[in-house]
């Protein structure tokens, strides 16, 4: 019993040092850059019923390209939209949300972001939609 015990440790011991599946450093895995002109957009007073949207630029400041690979919005009542192509250094790309505003009252809505390196940021709405008499 004792021997069968040993052999297992050591098969797992040897295994352990042979295993060379790469393991990324922090310093080693390419971080994307990006500077967006704004991340919150106030409409400040809408009239209900009237769609508004927002236009979020953003800038690749990094070496590599950009790939935005989806966004999600809090709700149903905000529709986002993205650049599609990968964004080069030095270039720029766009997120866009519109706001149904179907129903009065202040409203902040949320879109994430989400980008080929699995990094995510948060673009906000915000305002409020009034009556009309």
Not at 27 to 55: L, M, R
Not at 95 to 124: E, I, M, P, W
């Amino acid at each position: 019993m004792i021997s069968i015990i040993a052999m297992i440790f050591f098969f797992s011991m040897a295994q352990g040092q042979n295993d060379q599946s790469p393991v990324k450093a922090a310093d080693d895995v390419k971080k994307i850059e990006i500077e967006w002109s704004e991340k919150i957009h106030d409409f400040k007073d809408i009239p209900v019923g009237t769609p508004v949207t927002a236009s979020f630029t953003f800038k690749n400041t990094g070496k590599e390209p950009i790939t935005v690979t989806r966004v999600k919005s809090s709700c149903g009542c905000t529709v986002a939209s993205y650049s599609k192509e990968p964004v080069l250094p030095g270039k720029e790309g766009q997120v866009s949300a519109t706001y149904n505003a179907a129903k009065a009252g202040a409203f902040h809505k949320s879109v994430n972001v989400y980008t080929s390196d699995n990094s995510q940021c948060r673009l906000s709405l915000k305002g409020t939609v009034t009556k009309t008499e």
